[in-house]
C-alpha cells in the first residue's frame, strides 16, 4: 500500500506560479498510474492531470489550456504539477491519487489512494 503526502500549496498572485509535489512512501509509484485532482469550496472535486507511470502518457483537464504540467521523478518517488498563470478559480484544495489498476482515467473514483491534500489560494 501507498502512502501521498502534498506539499507547495500556498497563497499566490494572480499570474504567478506554484509547483505542487506528491511524495510517495511504502511503494514504488511505478506500480501505479498517477492523478491531480482539486476541490474548491462547495463544489465537487475534479479531474486536473494525469500521468502514466510506465509509458509516461499524460492526460489534462479541458480548463488547464497549458498552464499545467503532470511530471514524475520515479528515482525520488515523487509526482508533480506544475501551475503557471495562476487564476483565482485555481483556489482548491489538490490531491495527488494513485490507481493500482494502471488506468490514468480522469474519475476519482478509479483512484484507490489519496494524499491529505494542499491548499492553494490565488488572490486577485
Known amino acids: 500500500q501507498v502512502q501521498l503526502v502534498e506539499s507547495g500549496g500556498g497563497l499566490v498572485q494572480a499570474g504567478g506560479s506554484l509547483r505542487l509535489s506528491c511524495a510517495a512512501s511504502?511503494?514504488?509509484?511505478?506500480?501505479?498510474?498517477m492523478g491531480w485532482f482539486r476541490q474548491a469550496p462547495g463544489k465537487e472535486r475534479e479531474f486536473v492531470a494525469a500521468?502514466?507511470?510506465?509509458?509516461?502518457?499524460?492526460a489534462y483537464a479541458d480548463f488547464v489550456k497549458g498552464r499545467l504540467t503532470i511530471s514524475r521523478d520515479n528515482a525520488k518517488n515523487s509526482v508533480y504539477l506544475q501551475i503557471n498563470s495562476l487564476k483565482s478559480e485555481d483556489t482548491a484544495v489538490y490531491y495527488c491519487a494513485a490507481d493500482k489498476d494502471r488506468r490514468a482515467t480522469p474519475f476519482w473514483y478509479d483512484y484507490e489512494y489519496w494524499g491529505q491534500g494542499t491548499q492553494v489560494t490565488v488572490s486577485s
Open positions: 511504502g511503494r514504488t509509484l511505478s506500480y501505479y498510474d
Open positions: 500521468i502514466s507511470l510506465s509509458s509516461g502518457r499524460t
